[in-house]
């Protein structure tokens, strides 16, 4: 079996740490996760490249930079409670599981969200919660959220997912065009009041859903 963690230790170094990710939580889980156990067999040699790569269904695994950009935006601290909302592969979940208290993840493809939770507990990560749904409506039943992440790009932001935030809350989601969006932070400061911040600018597959994107004919 091919050891990955030298490439996994030089993916951290110079495509997390040297681009200004300092929170050491997320950089201990990023050395942690072996990234190429959540990629196709064919694609494990490509697995620590700064570049996102198709894992089936039109969807990719976020570029390593992302996920670290994501998770640090979040601000954990270890005892929160998160909601993910496109499981994808299931790398960021597993990310997030060694930063946060509890994972909820939602994806709306069952191929996709079988395999993630095959891979989720062969790599010791069966604390996170998986379930197939739309995506945009959250996961009410399991809210409110300290931290809520997307890794699709939406039109706008879902007013389930602000209904979901707890007071104090982050949400980070990428916002925008079917191609290009701006990863915002917004975070709930009281029952009806928001703060955003814009963090970057980003390029992510369409959140697909209710209150997203619709699929494309």
């Not at 509890?102 to 604390?127: H, M, T």
């Not at 409110?144 to 980070?172: C, H, K, M, S, W």
């Not at 400061?189 to 963090?199: S, V």
Request: neutral net charge.
């Amino acid at each position: 079996m091919r050891d990955f963690s030298i490439a996994r230790r030089r993916m951290v170094e110079r495509q997390v740490i040297s681009r200004g990710i300092s929170d050491k939580r997320v950089i201990d889980a990023m050395l942690t996760v072996p990234r190429h156990k959540f990629v196709e067999e064919a694609l494990e040699a490509q697995a620590y490249q700064d570049a996102p790569l198709p894992i089936g269904e039109k969807q990719t695994i976020s570029q390593p930079y992302m996920v670290a950009v994501m998770s640090e935006a979040l601000v954990l601290e270890g005892t929160e409670t998160v909601l993910e909302v496109g499981t994808g592969s299931g790398y960021q979940a597993a990310v997030l599981a060694l930063i946060a208290d509890r994972v909820f993840s939602v994806e709306r493809i069952p191929a996709l969200a079988r395999r993630a939770r095959k891979v989720l507990d062969g790599c010791g990560f069966s604390k996170v919660n998986i379930r197939v749904a739309d995506g945009t409506l959250g996961w009410r039943d399991m809210s409110p959220f300290d931290a809520i992440v997307v890794t699709a790009g939406a039109p706008e932001v879902p007013q389930d997912y602000l209904n979901q935030l707890a007071i104090g809350g982050r949400l980070v989601i990428p916002v925008g065009s079917r191609n290009d969006q701006i990863l915002m932070r917004i975070t709930r400061t009281g029952k009806q009041e928001y703060k955003e911040e814009k963090l970057l600018g980003c390029r992510f597959v369409p959140l697909i859903g209710n209150h997203g994107w619709q699929v494309e004919a």
